[in-house]
T-cell receptor, first 113, second 110 residues
Framework: DTAVSQTPKYLVTQMGNDKSIKCEQN?????MYWYKQDSKKFLKIMFS???????INETVPNRFSPKSPDKAHLNLHINSLELGDSAVYFC????????????FGPGTRLTVT | RKEVEQDPGPFNVPEGATVAFNCTYS??????FFWYRQDCRKEPKLLMS???SGNEDGRFTAQLNRASQYISLLIRDSKLSDSATYLC???????????FGTGTRLTVIP
C-alpha cells in the first residue's frame, strides 16, 4: 500500500505551459506539504496546508498554487512554467504537527525545456 | 546563517566501520529533530527521530546537544546498504515546517 503517491513521476514540458502535479495520501494525516529539490539536492519547503491554514513560503512565486479538494489530496498547479522550475517536487504529509516526522511521496521530476 | 548546516561529505568508509555525522541548527527554540535518509533518485525517508536523552535503533544512535545546538548520528558496523545521503532535519518554528540540511553523503565500500 502506497502511503503518499504522486503523479506523474516524470513531466517534460515547454516554457510557458501550465501543468499540475497530483498528490494523495492514505495515512489519514491532517497536513500536507510540497517541497522542491533543486539540482544541488537542497530540499526546500514550498507550502504546508491543512484544512484550516495554508502557509506559503514567501519565496515561492505566485505562479505556484496548491489546491486541496479534500484532506487526502494536495495538488500543485504551476502557471507559465520557466526553465528554473526544473527540479524534483516532493509531496509529503504528517499529523497535525511535525513532531512525528513527515512522509514523502516518490517525487515528480519536472523538466522544462 | 543557514537554519540547518551539515558537512556534505562525501564520507567513504569500509564495511564494518563506525561513522558519525554532525549537524548544527541556528534556532535555540527548535523543538523536533530528525534524521532522514535519501537514496539516489528516491524520496527522503524518515530514519529516526532524535530525542533529548538520545536514542538508539539497532546500529543507529542519535544524540541531541541543546547547549551546543547540534545533533549527531552514529552508524555502527556499516553495511553496503547504508550508502545514501543522510539529511539532518529540524522543526525550527514550532509549526509544521521542517528545515532540511543539504545532506551528508555516505558511501560504504566493500
Amino acid at each position: 500500500d502506497t502511503a503518499v503517491s504522486q503523479t506523474p513521476k516524470y513531466l517534460v514540458t515547454q516554457m510557458g505551459n501550465d501543468k499540475s502535479i497530483k498528490c494523495e495520501q492514505n495515512l489519514g494525516h491532517d497536513t500536507m506539504y510540497w517541497y522542491k529539490q533543486d539540482s544541488k539536492k537542497f530540499l526546500k519547503i514550498m507550502f504546508s496546508y491543512n484544512n484550516k491554514e495554508l502557509i506559503i513560503n514567501e519565496t515561492v512565486p505566485n505562479r505556484f498554487s496548491p489546491k486541496s479538494p479534500d484532506k487526502a489530496h494536495l495538488n500543485l498547479h504551476i502557471n507559465s512554467l520557466e526553465l528554473g522550475d526544473s527540479a524534483v517536487y516532493f509531496c509529503a504529509s504528517s499529523e497535525m504537527t511535525s513532531v512525528s516526522g513527515q512522509y514523502f511521496g516518490p517525487g515528480t521530476r519536472l523538466t522544462v525545456t | 546563517r543557514k537554519e540547518v548546516e551539515q558537512d556534505p561529505g562525501p564520507f567513504n568508509v569500509p564495511e564494518g566501520a563506525t561513522v558519525a555525522f554532525n549537524c548544527t541548527y541556528s534556532n535555540s527554540a527548535s523543538q523536533s529533530f530528525f534524521w532522514y535518509r535519501q537514496d539516489c533518485r528516491k524520496e527522503p525517508k524518515l530514519l529516526m527521530s532524535v530525542y533529548s536523552s538520545g536514542n538508539e535503533d539497532g546500529r543507529f544512535t542519535a544524540q541531541l546537544n541543546r547547549a551546543s545546538q547540534y545533533i549527531s548520528l552514529l552508524i555502527r558496523d556499516s553495511k553496503l546498504s547504508d550508502s545514501a545521503t543522510y539529511l539532518c532535519v529540524v522543526n525550527i518554528d514550532g509549526a509544521n515546517n521542517l528545515f532540511f540540511g543539504t545532506g551528508t553523503r555516505l558511501t560504504v565500500i566493500p
